[in-house]
């Protein structure tokens, strides 16, 4: 299945939620055709310009993407800018990749399995601590995201998104299959941010 990616500076994980503030025609474009078809579109977190990429597809892209739908419109300015804000469906690989005329790129989308549910261990409770902390945030509440703080695959996808990392670490967060390397990654990354 082929599919339009967005390209943006912010990672989104499954069930996680972003606002967007669209305002190019090709994305405005893009959005329409994702909500007259139901079909979603990918975002892809851009590699860092100061980094090593991960493997990338064409120079360009991480892998790795996610599946998003639009769960809520904005107001509109008259300036032209749409607010949205979209869910985290599935993680998908990208692959065959191609830039139509009006420089939307579109990829070959396969959706990954996805992970069993890990609940969170209670030798790494102070991750619970920290997204509790994080999701106080007015920015993160206005999401009003369900989260399971049981579910260590919810911890370690929230935490991915809203910790101050670097794109490069992370997707290598994202890109884990196990819930316990990420969580055990995230508690690491916690305590040199700390020390």
């Known amino acids: 299945m082929k599919l339009p990616l967005l390209p943006l500076n912010a990672i989104i994980c499954p069930r996680g939620r972003i606002p967007l503030q669209i305002f190019e025609t090709h994305y405005l474009d893009m959005i329409a055709e994702s909500m007259k ?36 419109f904005g107001k509109t300015p008259s300036t032209g800018v749409l607010n949205v804000t979209v869910e985290g ?30 609940e969170l261990p209670e030798v790494l409770d102070e991750l619970r601590v920290v997204l509790q902390a994080l999701v106080k ?17 919810h911890i370690g996808w ?29 508690s690491k990354q916690i305590s040199d941010m700390v020390t």
């Open 137 to 153: 945030h007015p920015f993160v509440r206005d999401l009003n995201m369900e989260i399971d703080f049981q579910d260590g695959r």
């Open 89 to 118: 469906m599935a993680q998908v690989k990208l692959s065959e990749l191609e830039r139509h005329e009006n420089g939307v790129w579109f990829a070959e989308v396969t959706q990954t399995k996805e992970e069993e549910y890990v």
């Open 37 to 72: 078809h139901g079909s979603g579109f990918v975002v892809v977190l851009m590699p860092d310009d100061s980094e090593q990429a991960m493997p990338v597809v064409d120079s360009q892209f991480y892998k790795v993407g996610t599946l998003v739908s639009i769960v809520d």
């Open 158 to 186: 929230r935490l991915t998104e809203l910790l101050p990392l670097g794109n490069r670490q992370k997707q290598q967060l994202y890109e884990m299959h196990d819930t316990m390397r990420r969580l055990e990654n995230i």
